[in-house]
């Protein structure tokens, strides 16, 4: 595929397939210069039904996807120096439609989230990243108040604690983010009581936690809100909540991150087409500003340096922002990169 220079990197980029009404062929590659932030696609590595999600081994040289079917699957993939991917296996997540996943800070487990199956899957996994048998699958219950979007459980994001402490899991469906221990040995989840219950039909789909550990924020999908949580031992507890956008129309929002340094969180928001920055350094997240993405369903985003990578799924592209480092507010640079149905970008 070419080789990559000490100035260039390898972003990978997950996309819907024909199998679920998407453009994309599979997992594509890119090299992004470090330097300017530019992006040139290498095209496809793997060539997989609609690997909307992705995500690296913390130590090993592995890339796993989310296969987001009917029958889900996650697949795993070896990943070579110039991005590259050969296929180490597939296994059934027990669920429809996976839409997230995330590997343990140790290494030794995968969890993935089914929306469909309202489940969390895991799976272990051996000394060279390739998963093994599933070793639990559980099944959320319950419904909220959406009867369209709430008639039962979507699971929506897993997010195991950077320290090792446990295992959050987002429910779209049922107002709620479970909370699991996870046993080391076994691979099997626990839940641990009480569950945070969201306001009625709120939709969380997403939480970011802060670097400090001790607080991270969740969207709303379906009231197009922000909720700030502080982390105790006894789970999250709210603190404050505001609006995703400071835009009027459709507001929907996917993604949520703490940028770099910790000062600002941003929040993808589909229908509008921005990303919100809030500031962080007050009782509240306070809205600074508000970035149109130049497309209107910006799924996903990426931290890279400086960088910010935008992926719109009905756009069909990348756009690349650079963040000023005082004011946390994206500018975007260059032109948007072609890129078919994108739901995921990995630097």
Known sequence: MGAVTGQDEIVHIGGYTAETGGRAEGVVAARRDRATGELTPLGVVAVTPSPSFLVRHPALPVLYG????????????RLAPDGDLTPLGVRETGGAEPCHLAVAPDGRHLFVANYGGGSVAVFGLDADGV??????????????ADPQRQEHAHCHMVSPDPAGGGLLAVDLGTDSVYRYDVDASTGRLAEREPRLRTAPGTGPRHLARHPDGRRCWLVGELDATVTAYELTPD????ST????SGRTGHVQPSEVAVGPGGRFLYVGNRGVGTIAVFALDGAAPELVAEVDTG?????HFAFAG???YVADERADMIRIFRVDPDGGVPEPVGEPVPVASPTCVLP
Do not use: K, M, Y
């Open 66 to 77: 989310c296969n987001e079917l009917p029958d889900g699957l996650v697949s795993a993939f």
């Open 131 to 144: 998963p093994g048998e599933r070793t639990d699958l559980v099944r959320h219950s319950g419904h909220g």
């Open 235 to 238: 789970g999250p507890r709210q």
């Open 241 to 244: 909540r505001v609006d995703a």
């Open 295 to 299: 497309g209107e369903w910006p799924r």
């Open 306 to 308: 400086e960088h910010l």
